[in-house]
Structures are given as structure tokens and as C-alpha cells.
């Protein structure tokens, strides 16, 4: 079936230490994966997506990884700030019309 | 240019009662997809929406339906209103597949 699985639901890590948030989806046929944040009240903001004909894809302080053949893909934040605190979702293209999100992962940056 | 517009912001509604939600898309957008967002479940995809026709259906019953109409403004109608319909309802709208969905900032409907 269509299925994304994120893990973990919760994290809580020192400012300026690293995240990561893992995602894995059921679909062979997905070719792309956005990353969105939602900060507490407000809508989902795409940070950052990759396709699958890459393997890695970076901005700044956030990267993402692809392992098609493992169906596995990783979100990578470095020197966590204050502002990245918020709820983050993985979700994976099911057809072109389809976009299944994962449960989400709540990241809290401790100061 | 303007984003993403939802309508109401807020609902409340009665157990078997209907409610029509609105939603309209940043210009130029053709795809409207819709949401329901629950504390535990998470966002779950509804359906979406292209050029008027509906593409793709998730595993919602039959209560929940949709339409777009040729400005690419979508509705999203529940009848039958249950408790368990109370959350927040999302829509996005993108240029098309698989590229960048820009959300609204939702309608929150209680069912009381």
C-alpha cells in the first residue's frame, strides 16, 4: 500500500548540535520528496525536496539524502538554531497527483 | 502575488450537518490538492484537483467531495458532518507535478 513512515515523532537536541529525521516510503514508483516545516499555527513551508535522479541535495544548513533502492530518505539539519523548532514532514510522490506525507517529527532545539 | 486563500478560517458545525470549504490557488496554479490535518493522524491527502478534473482520491469516505472550477478555485464539501471530522483542512496549490505545493493557512472546523 501507500505508505510513508517517519521516525522519530519527537526530537530534542542542543543548539548548535546536528538532526536528523528519517523517512521511509513504500512506492517504487516515487520519484519526489519534499521536506516541509511547520512551525506551531502556521501552514507547511517546503524547505527543501529532491527528485530521484539525485542522491544528496543541500542548502545552506539542511541536506537530504536518497536511497532508492533501500526506499530510504534522511533529513539532515547542522548547527541547530532556536528558529528550527517545529514539526517537520517527510512525503513522497505516489503519482503525479498524489503527495503522502509521514506523521511528522516535532524537533525541539534546547538552548 | 498573493498566496494561497482559505475560507473560512474557522467553522464550527453540528453533528449531520454539511459544510463547504473554499480554497483558492496562487495565480497561475492549476493543482489543488486537499488535506485534513489531525493531531494523530498527521496530514492525510484527500484529493486533488487539475484543470477541473479530480486526478486522485484518498481513503476518505464517500461524505467528503470536492470540485474546481475553471479559475482553479477548489471546494471541498463534507456531509454528514461527524465528531470525528473536527480538524484542520488544508489546500495547496502548484503549478503541477511533482513540483513545489504552497499551502493555505487552513480552515479549522470543530463538529460539535
Known amino acids: 500500500g501507500e505508505n510513508v513512515e517517519q521516525h522519530p515523532s519527537t526530537l530534542s537536541v542542543q543548539e548548535g548540535d546536528s538532526a536528523v529525521i528519517k523517512c521511509t516510503y513504500s512506492?517504487?514508483?516515487?520519484?519526489?520528496f519534499p521536506w516541509y516545516k511547520q512551525e506551531l499555527g502556521k501552514r507547511p513551508q517546503l524547505i527543501i525536496d529532491?527528485?530521484?535522479?539525485?542522491g544528496e541535495k543541500k542548502d545552506q544548513r539542511i541536506a537530504v539524502t536518497l536511497n532508492k533502492t533501500a526506499k530510504h530518505f534522511s533529513l539532515h539539519i547542522t548547527e541547530t538554531q532556536p528558529e528550527d523548532s517545529a514539526v517537520y514532514f517527510c512525503?513522497?510522490?505516489?503519482?503525479?497527483?498524489?503527495?503522502?506525507f509521514g506523521s511528522g517529527t516535532r524537533l525541539s532545539i534546547r538552548p | 502575488k498573493a498566496g494561497v486563500t482559505q475560507t473560512p478560517r474557522y467553522l464550527i458545525k453540528t453533528r449531520g450537518q454539511q459544510v463547504t470549504l473554499s480554497c483558492s490557488p496562487i495565480?497561475?496554479?492549476?493543482?489543488v490538492s486537499w488535506y485534513q490535518q489531525t493531531p494523530g493522524q498527521g496530514l492525510q491527502f484527500l484529493f486533488e484537483?487539475?484543470?477541473?478534473?479530480?486526478?486522485n482520491k484518498g481513503n476518505f469516505p464517500g461524505r467528503f467531495s470536492g470540485r474546481q472550477f475553471s479559475n482553479s478555485r477548489s471546494e471541498m464539501n463534507v456531509s454528514t458532518l461527524e465528531l470525528g471530522d473536527s480538524a484542520l483542512y488544508l489546500c495547496?496549490?502548484?503549478?503541477?507535478?511533482?513540483?513545489?505545493?504552497?499551502f493555505g493557512q487552513g480552515t479549522r472546523l470543530t463538529v460539535v
Open positions: 495565480s497561475g496554479h492549476r493543482s
Open positions: 512506492d517504487s514508483a516515487s520519484n519526489y
Open positions: 512525503a513522497a510522490s505516489i503519482s503525479a497527483s498524489k503527495i503522502i
Open positions: 529532491i527528485r530521484s535522479n539525485v
Open positions: 495547496a496549490s502548484s503549478r503541477g507535478s511533482n513540483t513545489e505545493a504552497f
Open positions: 484537483y487539475f484543470s477541473e478534473t479530480q486526478r
